[in-house]
């Protein structure tokens, strides 16, 4: 399984024992998750370019929780910080329920959650999301804008994908890709990501290449950027 944190962790982690992109053959993507950008019920902001003001006017006192340092979820507030040009303190938590519980309690103000971890809370009111961090708006919270939609640029997501060892013969690559394919795009299969506020995302293996070349590629601006250390 081919998980987005592989395309951050060559950023963090100097002396991996393996190079994920020379060493693997991907062979399909499964599906792409969107991150929603959520605050506490009581923050003053109601949309993305209010927090943006707001944070502006309050330089590092707000205080944006994550999973962990170097997360997706993490990178995905710092890439923020980058377009924005806002500065918040990162608080890194061990898991992403921890953050989200001090985020529900006011301890913390402002964090990147995974859908479906966080809609109940969004739906009850808890939580305020201010955008989706996705290309495209969620079918899940169809009303909530993107993230990019002010800030040209921008995207997140989560996602995942099959991957074998280098040497596995095409035509086994082929086939699995085919079948796969097949499977992320049949109307049970979609209803489901649907319902985890994902959506199908087949490729050819050669684009899934790419894809994950290209999320390394930015992942590591990111990283750059923010400083990440591994924690």
């Known amino acids: 399984m081919v998980l987005s944190g592989k395309a951050i962790n060559p950023a963090i982690y100097e002396n991996l024992s393996f190079n994920f992109i020379r ?10 998750a969107p991150i929603v950008m959520e605050v506490h019920a009581s923050f003053p902001a109601k949309t993305v370019p209010e927090f ?10 707000l205080n944006m929780a994550s999973g962990g340092n ?25 898991g992403e329920a921890p953050a989200l519980t001090d985020l529900i309690g006011g301890q913390v103000q402002v964090m990147f959650g995974v859908m479906p ?13 201010l955008a989706v961090t996705g290309t ?18 921008y995207e997140a997501s989560g996602w995942y994908g099959i991957g074998v ?24 299969m979609k209803a489901r990501l649907a319902d985890l506020g994902a959506a199908a995302m087949p490729m050819a293996p050669n684009e899934f290449g790419k ?8 992942w590591a601006k990111v990283v ?5 250390k591994p924690g």
Request: net charge neutral; hydrophobic share 40%.
């Open 211 to 218: 894809f994950i070349a290209g999320e390394t590629e930015k």
């Open 70 to 94: 170097g997360t997706p979820l993490h990178v995905a507030g710092e890439l923020f910080k980058m377009i924005a040009g806002v500065d918040m303190i990162h608080v890194p938590y061990r």
């Open 136 to 153: 495209a708006r969620s079918e899940v919270l169809p009303d909530l804008p993107t993230v990019s939609e002010f800030l040209p640029g």
């Open 117 to 129: 971890a966080s809609i109940e809370h969004i739906r009850a009111g808890k939580l305020r999301a």
């Open 224 to 228: 750059k950027f923010a400083g990440i």
């Open 23 to 32: 060493d693997i053959a991907p062979v399909a993507s499964i599906a792409r």
């Open 52 to 61: 943006i003001s707001y944070t502006k006017a309050n330089p590092g006192e």
């Open 165 to 188: 060892p280098k040497a596995t013969s095409p035509e086994i690559v082929e086939k699995l890709n085919k079948e796969i394919n097949a499977a992320v795009v049949e109307s049970k």
